[in-house]
């Protein structure tokens, strides 16, 4: 069946059939033993995980970017997949064109939500009121999509980085009259997301950080980011939005440096400007390990600061460390970073979005299937594995001892602030050397693998 599915596809689609991923879906749970490979092996969305269902643990999300705009093209290569949604060439109906094929798509693969940026919905217009003539269109048109299968919005963003107007930034930007513009899109794209009834909205700044530090007023720029964010929050909050504000820390690319660098860097700017009460981190794996930590810390980070959000799924490539974007499937990894956000409270608000594009020399539209499938099977074991490992295994328990000094009553004092430097050094005195105890990693490592 797979074989020949790709030109199948293509075939069907040059005769005008409006059904895009022909013969394919819905994707239904067949379990592991399924050699179906358009079948869920791990993810049964109703199957109910430590009171919640996977489907609301995890509320997966479709990118509308990379999914079913991104063609396969490269610095080095021209495109690769052609989209037969994008064939028309009026904008309008190239939109339309693609959000059936997308709604076909995000119901077929049984997805709750899905994500844009505001130019993956609809090309940029010439003037901004043209760019808001053609939201407004294409805005109205998912809503009835949405009403009619009902797929929900996880969250909107606006696009302040592809334009050549944003090179020097958006927010960031040392022309106040870009500034001005961006906050201009910003508006447009909120407006969209309430419309649509978004229960997130997203601030990836991939042009807001600077080149060179010669010519850049980093305090300066800082400010205004700030300043923004405030401007932007306090306008949907009055217009009566009330999801989360998340931030995308990502420490590089395609700027030389991001001023969103990591999970701890976005958390310092946000308590600095008073931006802590609506605004948490939405999480990506591969922004994680290009600002060299693993996807588990950036998670430890947000869930310590009660800031985790949502995340976007993807992995990146251990030769190269490039921002790869390829679909996630070590579920090792999936497990430790499972367990973080269970011991953390679930996602709250948030969901799993897969931010995460086939290989440019994948060119079936099968292949956008196999990715997804693959995706959330991944992360569905993750959590199976994860809360299994948790419920039934010592692991909380030997985490726990680890610290178990500090249950005594010296231990306490020193943790509520009631022990001086000198109460610790008379303490020291009388206890001598203290005895060695086994951080025991290979112990720990060993638990998922018996969970696997
Ligand atoms: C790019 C980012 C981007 C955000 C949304 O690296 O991941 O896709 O998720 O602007
Ligand atoms: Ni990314
Ligand atoms: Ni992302």
Redesign the pocket.
């Known amino acids: 069946m797979s074989n020949s599915l790709g030109t199948q596809n293509k075939l069907n689609l040059t005769l005008g059939d409006r059904t895009y991923f022909e013969g394919i879906g819905p994707i239904a749970f067949e379990g592991r033993e399924s050699d179906n490979p358009f079948a869920f092996k791990y993810y049964d969305e109703n199957k109910v995980v430590g009171g919640t269902s996977m489907r609301d643990h995890l509320r997966f999300a479709t990118?509308y970017?990379h999914t079913f705009c991104g063609n396969g093209m490269d610095p080095f290569g021209a495109p690769t997949k052609e989209f037969p949604w994008l064939s028309a060439n009026d904008p309008i109906q190239q939109a339309k064109d693609k959000m059936d094929a997308a709604f076909e798509f995000i119901t077929k693969i049984g997805m709750p939500f899905y994500c844009f940026?505001d130019f993956d919905l609809i090309q940029e217009g010439a003037t901004l009121t043209e760019s808001a003539q053609r939201l407004e269109v294409i805005s109205d048109y998912a809503l009835q999509k949405q009403r009619d299968s009902g797929v929900k919005l996880l969250w909107g963003?606006a696009?302040l980085f592809s334009n050549p107007r944003y090179m020097n930034g958006g927010a960031t930007n040392p022309d106040f009259e870009v500034v001005a513009y961006a906050g201009a899109q910003v508006k447009h794209a909120l407006d969209i997301t309430m419309k649509l009834g978004g229960e997130n909205y997203?601030f990836?700044g991939?042009r807001e950080g600077y080149m060179s530090l010669l010519n850049t007023d980093m305090k300066r720029e800082l400010d205004h980011m700030a300043r923004f964010l405030h401007m932007a929050k306090d306008y949907a909050r009055g217009q009566g939005f009330q999801g989360t504000f998340l931030i995308?820390p990502?420490p590089m690319?395609p700027t030389k440096h991001q001023y969103d660098f990591d999970a701890a860097t976005v958390i310092g700017f946000l308590r600095e400007y008073d931006l802590m009460e609506d605004f948490k981190l939405?999480l990506?794996v591969n922004?994680a390990t290009l600002a060299q930590h693993s996807f588990q810390h950036e998670l430890e980070v947000a869930v310590g600061a009660n800031m985790l959000g949502s995340l976007?799924a993807n992995r990146g490539d251990y030769q190269n460390g490039w921002?790869t974007d390829q679909f996630p499937v070590n579920v090792y990894e999936l497990v430790e970073s499972m367990i973080v956000i269970l011991e953390g409270g679930g996602i709250q608000g948030g969901g799993v979005n897969f931010?995460a594009k086939t290989r440019r020399n994948s060119t079936d539209l099968a292949d956008i299937f196999h990715a997804h499938i693959g995706g959330m099977d991944a992360f569905a074991r993750g959590l199976l594995v994860a809360h299994n490992l948790l419920e039934n295994s010592n692991y909380r328990q030997l985490r726990k001892d680890r610290y178990n000094s500090f249950d005594s009553v010296k231990g306490q004092e020193f943790e509520n602030g009631s022990l001086d430097l000198q109460a610790l050094h008379a303490l020291a005195a009388s206890n001598g050397e203290p005895q060695q105890r086994s951080g025991q990693q290979e112990l720990f490592e060993n638990i998922i693998n018996q969970y696997l």
């Open positions: 990118a970017w940026h963003t696009n997203v990836w991939g995308e990502k690319e939405n990506e922004h976007d921002d931010d």
